[in-house]
């Protein structure tokens, strides 16, 4: 625990996956003098209350960023703009506001005009999820050994971002900055696009009518199964994801689409000499991935029951 906490008060808005995450993780580092909490609906705000995980959920976002010294948006990225302009006359002047939106252009585009000068805005995307959501699929361990990537405007007070990345540092994340640009490119291929297949993939075999939905289920281990893992992910965050980062996406797609068109040549023409090479050179990415630590071979990792085993640095 450290003696004395990063920030005195931290102010969450949102208490899913991410938010719920964020709490554990802070009250089990001492980083927060006190967690103040918040979600959308009472169902959520009364299940966070029995959980039990943070010093006092609020009723309103207005009445938790009250004394916040750290604002934490940990919502759709769609409800960004309307809830910065909603919390703005209420912020603490000096206070730190962050969120944790996969999308980070259209975040500062929606919330940056509604903050006051008197706060300092840093936006971050933590790299870290899994496909289940609500308050109570948090775990304290979800950022460790994951990057977290902060985007602050030029311009940034170097104290608060300095502050913000000691937070996501305890927390076990690893932390980079970008431009949101750059950050947006980068995930619509490592995140964006994957998940866009996974959704089309699981949908394409939904509607098969030679191959019944018993044998897609019993033959899954196939390959399917890990496409179906990362299609069950939140329909609204995913929706609000591809809405938000349109243009990085479709450039992505159009690049994977021509990537496509070669491989089903490849494959039509029986030129197996093509289709070697491409799964060699995808084979070396994939263990490249796991010798820097961001997977490892067993097929659980990432899950809370697999976490004890994840190396911190
Ligand atoms: P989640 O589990 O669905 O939780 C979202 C939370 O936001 C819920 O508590 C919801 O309240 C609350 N909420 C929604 N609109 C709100 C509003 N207008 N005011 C106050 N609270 C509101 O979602 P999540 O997976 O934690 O994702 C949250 C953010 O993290 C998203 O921006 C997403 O892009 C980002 N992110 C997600 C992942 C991931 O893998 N899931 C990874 C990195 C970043 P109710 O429960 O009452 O509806």
């Given at each position: 625990?450290n003696a004395?906490?990063?920030?005195?008060?931290?102010?969450?808005?949102?208490?899913?996956?991410?938010?719920?995450?964020?709490?554990?993780?802070?009250r089990a580092?001492?980083?927060?003098g006190e967690?103040?909490?918040?979600?959308r609906?009472a169902?959520?705000?009364?299940?966070?209350?029995?959980?039990?995980?943070?010093?006092r959920?609020a009723?309103?976002?207005?009445?938790a960023?009250?004394?916040?010294?750290?604002?934490?948006?940990?919502i759709p990225?769609g409800?960004?703009?309307?809830?910065?302009?909603?919390?703005?006359?209420?912020?603490k002047?000096?206070?730190?506001?962050?969120?944790?939106g996969?999308?980070?252009?259209?975040?500062?585009?929606?919330?940056?005009?509604?903050?006051?000068?008197?706060?300092?805005?840093?936006?971050?995307?933590?790299?870290?999820?899994t496909?289940h959501?609500?308050?109570?699929s948090?775990?304290?361990?979800l950022?460790?050994?994951?990057?977290?990537?902060?985007?602050p405007p030029?311009?940034?007070d170097?104290?608060?971002?300095?502050?913000?990345r000691?937070?996501?540092?305890?927390?076990?994340?690893r932390v980079?900055?970008?431009t949101p640009?750059?950050?947006?490119?980068v995930?619509?291929?490592?995140?964006h696009?994957?998940?866009?297949?996974a959704?089309?993939?699981v949908?394409?075999?939904?509607?098969?009518?030679?191959?019944?939905?018993?044998?897609?289920?019993?033959?899954?281990?196939?390959?399917?199964?890990?496409?179906?893992?990362i299609?069950?992910s939140d329909p609204?965050?995913?929706?609000?994801?591809?809405?938000?980062?349109?243009e990085?996406?479709?450039?992505?797609?159009?690049?994977?689409?021509?990537?496509l068109?070669?491989?089903?040549?490849?494959i039509r023409r029986?030129?197996?000499?093509a289709?070697?090479?491409?799964?060699?050179?995808?084979?070396?990415?994939?263990r490249?991935?796991?010798?820097?630590?961001?997977?490892s071979?067993?097929?659980?990792?990432?899950r809370?029951?697999?976490?004890?085993?994840?190396?911190?640095?």
């Open positions: 625990m004395q906490p990063l920030f005195p008060r931290v102010a969450l808005i949102g208490f899913g996956l991410i938010g719920g995450s964020i709490a554990r993780a802070a580092q001492g980083v927060a967690i103040v909490t918040t979600a609906s169902r959520t705000r009364a299940r966070v209350t029995e959980l039990g995980v943070v010093d959920v009723e309103t976002n207005i009445d960023v009250k004394d916040a010294d750290l604002v934490v948006l940990c990225v409800a960004c703009g309307p809830v910065a302009r909603e919390i703005a006359p209420h912020l002047p000096g206070a730190i506001v962050t969120d944790v996969s999308v980070k252009g259209a975040v500062v585009r929606d919330m940056a005009p509604h903050l006051p000068a008197a706060v300092h805005f840093v936006p971050a995307h933590p790299v870290a999820g496909e959501s609500g308050p109570d948090g775990f304290a361990e950022f460790i050994n994951r990057w977290c990537i902060l985007t030029e311009g940034s170097a104290g608060a971002v300095a502050r913000l000691a937070f996501w540092t305890a927390l076990g994340a980079e900055i970008m640009d750059h950050h947006d490119l995930l619509a291929i490592t995140s696009l994957p998940h866009l297949i959704y089309t993939i949908g394409t075999a939904e509607e098969l009518g030679q191959v019944t939905s018993s044998e897609v289920m019993k033959f899954s281990a196939g390959g399917f199964r890990d496409f179906t893992r299609a069950a609204i965050m995913w929706r609000d994801v591809f809405l938000a980062n349109k990085a996406v479709l450039e992505m797609l159009g690049t994977f689409n021509e990537d068109s070669k491989l089903t040549r490849a029986g030129d197996g000499e289709l070697f090479e491409h799964f060699t050179r995808t084979r070396a990415i994939r490249g991935i796991v010798e820097i630590g961001q997977d071979a067993a097929p659980d990792f990432g809370p029951h697999a976490n004890l085993a994840r190396k911190t640095d």
